[in-house]
């Protein structure tokens, strides 16, 4: 992508990372994709591999479902042919249901790396004990850890978790988590500044990404509000995190990952490109989406990504809906060429948030008499064998 790029002042870049260290593992540049249920299948994670070096981990999966052959599960489970490291997410409540499938993951996948998510805020799975909720549970968190760290271990894979800042402001978990971590052999802790409650509204606690730095010897990986690659340069100056997580600031923009590559080699820039490169870049998208899926599906899956694409381009909404209803290349060929190719980027977007965001929530569904205690070692959370979240 040739766009013209904006150069933000941003103060000195020398105390950036140059790369990540998980384990065994070398991440070229200290970024790392966010899991996105529905977003970060094999196609998007290579369009934003083509922009620029990084971790790119596979859509969230269940442990159980893993175990137990469950074939939604096991489609998730796809990768690019060009995928040199292969990342999941593993969700799980059960410690010996997520140490089995990370053995699964490791000796039947050739996973390099895999992440346990104990961040997600949705009720269906707070409600059974499970997300964001768990770290609650501090004895079970840590049998979670073990077991899977076990498993991977003999395959030489490192083991990472992603979690928030805890269920509530009354409830806080983040410290400790990173504390059993670091205990359990975790190689690195990604710190989502918001709770649970909050899910995607209000701003990122940048301070509580900082004090778990200071509280572990462990990586800490720092997540929330990454808008532009100046946003992951300041929030590293600002917390002294080992490197970036982003999820919802690649939507409709997987360029960010070319600008975060350039940001951490010390340039300072923000690609501008035209409607005329966003149409290449969509186009892109929806062919490695058919090359992985076929045309029919393929078209379907890209559809959701339409309003990110256009967001603050002046295409109208007969267009937008045109987009949103292609059923193949060709439909989406006849409409890309009818978008102006010299229109500006609308810099007013720059900076701004994307994806959901929402209202906090008036409280966290959890189990009953989940506050009762702290421990849970031992405890068995009903799962889902299919059931995915997002982070």
Known sequence: MGGPTLTPDNGSMSSLPTSLTLGSLTVDVPVVLAPMAGITNAAYRRLCAEQGAGLYVCEMITSRGLVEGDQHTRDMLVFDELETTRSVQLYGT?????????????????????????????????????????????????????????????????????????????????????????????????????????????????????????HVDIPVLGNGDIWEAADAVRMIEETGAAGVVVGRGCLGRPWIFRDLAAAFSGEQVATLPTLGEVAAMMRRHAELLCQHMGEERGCKEFRKHVTWYLKGFAAGGEMRRSLGLVHTLADLDRLLAELDPT????????????????????????????????????SHLHEDANETTGG
């Open 94 to 214: 059960d410690p010996v249901y997520v140490g089995k499938a990370a053995e699964i993951l490791c000796a039947e996948y050739g996973v390099a790396h895999i992440d346990l998510n104990f961040g997600c805020p949705v009720p269906k799975v707070t409600r059974k004990g499970g997300g964001g909720a768990l770290p609650w549970k501090r004895g079970l968190l840590a049998e979670i850890l073990e077991h899977a760290v076990a498993a991977a271990t003999p395959y030489d894979v490192p083991v990472t978790m992603k979690t928030r800042k805890g269920i509530d402001d009354d409830h806080l978990t983040y410290l400790d988590a990173g504390r059993i971590a670091q205990e359990s052999g975790i190689a690195a802790i990604a710190l989502h500044g918001r709770t649970v409650v909050q899910a995607y509204s209000g701003e990122a606690d940048w301070d509580a990404i900082s004090a778990l730095v200071d």
């Open 343 to 378: 229109e500006s980027f609308p810099v007013s977007e720059l900076g701004t948030p994307r994806g959901r965001q929402g209202s906090p929530r008036d409280r966290v569904v959890v189990p009953e008499g989940w506050y009762d205690d702290t421990d849970g070692a031992g």
